[in-house]
């Protein structure tokens, strides 16, 4: 089992920076792509960011390219979330995935299932 913990969540202006973090313990962690999903009220759980095992390929989803970063430190078992231009939009409650797959399909881990492992969620919330 992979036990994750987010941090570095809060409420940050518009056109500000955060930068997430999340914590695993348990089996290797660097034998997992790692994931973020965001949840906005009243709307369903949506890809954000994905690293994979290797740590050579990244995907964002379209609305945040250009302005978030995904990375990792396997020495430290932590992923990070790099938030940078943030529009009230990226509202959310952000949340941690592992994945066990290693996939180089483009929109592979577009998708939730293909993740085995979940955060407990960090608040983000952007103000005008």
């Known amino acids: 089992q992979v036990h994750l913990a987010e941090s570095g969540g809060g409420l940050v202006q518009a056109g500000g920076s955060l930068r997430l973090s999340c914590a695993a313990s348990?089996?290797?962690?660097?034998?997992?792509?790692m994931g973020w999903f965001r949840q906005a009220p009243g709307k369903e759980r949506e890809f954000v960011a994905v690293?994979?095992?290797?740590?050579?390929?990244?995907d964002y989803t379209e609305s945040t390219k250009g302005r978030f970063a995904i990375s990792r430190d396997d020495g430290k078992n932590t992923v990070y979330l790099q938030m940078n231009s943030l529009k009230s939009e990226d509202t959310a409650v952000y949340y941690c995935?592992?994945?066990?797959?290693?996939?180089?399909?483009?929109?592979?881990?577009?998708?939730?299932?293909?993740?085995?492992?979940w955060g407990q969620g960090t608040q983000v919330t952007v103000s005008s």
């Open positions: 995935a592992a994945s066990q797959y290693n996939s180089y399909s483009k929109n592979f881990y577009y998708d939730e299932r293909k993740f085995d492992y």
């Open positions: 690293i994979t095992w290797s740590g050579v390929r990244t």
């Open positions: 348990g089996r290797t962690f660097s034998s997992y792509a």
